[in-house]
């Protein structure tokens, strides 16, 4: 399932992963649950296509005090925030897919 034409549009950040490999992302969204921020990405292999539809979530930080400063990502370790996030993740998709269903009946 490979979506190209969000790729150019979106904003992408670039993560280096534990063994020293660097994969490009795109950014779907940053959520909030339970009070804190989370970002979901699209991994993007070198000709900027997901083929398998698989996305990756981290805990997120800005700093405050410095608004040119790279924000935190943050590996989540506990299950259950990661089954929050993606939960949340899931209620954002299918008010996505509710929102294109509307747009497209308004034309």
Sequence with gaps: ???N????EE??????????????????????VAKKDY???LPLDENGDNQD???????YKEDESD???????????DDDE????????????DNQEFDELVEDTDK
């Design 39 to 41: 970002i979901v990405l």
């Design 82 to 93: 990661y089954e929050a996030v993606s939960d949340a993740f899931d209620e954002y998709l």
């Design 67 to 77: 608004p040119n400063a790279e924000p935190e990502l943050i590996y989540i370790e």
């Design 11 to 32: 904003m992408t950040v670039e993560l280096e992963l534990d063994d020293g490999e660097k994969v490009s992302c795109a950014v779907i969204t940053i959520l909030t």
């Design 1 to 3: 399932m490979a979506d």
């Design 53 to 59: 539809g698989e996305v990756w979530f981290y805990g």
């Design 5 to 8: 034409n969000f790729a150019e």
